[in-house]
């Protein structure tokens, strides 16, 4: 069973900072990677997905792969009180059809 | 379209009692998936079903039972409901890519409290 590890938190940032979010995995054949955001009392959104080692932008949110270090991360720019929620990281168990995700990241964006 | 749609969105049962929580996708995908949230648990994997007519056990399964009833409905059954199984319940669904790609989309889930 591959594991997902990730810090509890809160991470605390001000509004218009960089925020930073990790996530290490045990297994060093994964191959894919995905960050959720969920609100409090609502179910997790998929907001990027990851394949391989770099960087991959979309608007705000810049996620980074390092296959060598067995870590994911996803860097929020111009964070916003919006972004405050807990962020799950999830890689894909070998014959792609589960998930296995992190306990998640809670973020406050202080305004 | 709707995407992932769940009944309930809530529920309380008496220990010993069943119900069914149905889960119905409109996105044509051939995955679905059952999963339990607890508080500093994170996501667990019930059941999933890699395609109509099959259905697999998760990380924990003891306690349910799945139907896969067509290619859109996917429903999670407690037949004797414990404390334990307290929790909220998540339906998701996906197209695994040619690739091996798995991006899930999940439904609003069911809070469910047994007494």
């Known amino acids: 069973q591959k594991e997902v590890e990730q810090n509890s938190g809160p991470l605390s940032v001000p509004e218009g900072a960089i925020a930073s979010l990790n996530c290490t995995y045990s297994d060093r054949v994964s191959q894919s990677f995905f960050w959720y955001r969920q609100y409090s009392g609502k179910s997790p959104e998929l907001i990027m997905s990851?394949?391989?080692?770099g960087d991959k932008e979309d608007g705000r949110f810049t996620a980074q792969l390092n296959k060598a270090s067995q870590y994911v991360s996803l860097l929020i720019r111009d964070s916003q009180p919006s972004d405050s929620a807990t962020y799950l990281c999830a890689t894909q168990d070998t014959g792609f059809q589960k998930l296995v995700f992190g306990t998640g990241t809670r973020l406050l964006v202080s305004p | 379209n709707a995407g992932v749609t769940q009944t309930p969105k809530f529920q309380v049962l008496k220990t010993g009692q069943s119900m069914t929580l149905q889960c119905a996708q409109d996105m044509n995908h051939n995955s679905m998936y059952w999963y339990r949230q607890d508080p500093g648990m994170g996501l667990r994997l019930i059941y999933y079903?890699?395609?109509?007519?099959?259905?697999d056990k998760g990380e924990v399964p003891n306690g349910y039972n799945v139907s896969r009833l067509n290619k859109r409905e996917f429903s999670l059954r407690l037949e004797s409901a414990a404390p334990s199984q307290t929790s909220v319940y998540f339906c998701?669904?996906?197209?695994?890519?040619?690739?091996?790609?798995?991006?899930?989309?999940f439904g609003p889930g069911t809070r469910l409290t047994v007494l």
């Open positions: 998701a669904s996906s197209e695994v890519s040619a690739g091996g790609r798995n991006e899930q989309f």
């Open positions: 079903s890699a395609s109509e007519g099959t259905t």
């Open positions: 990851i394949y391989s080692n």
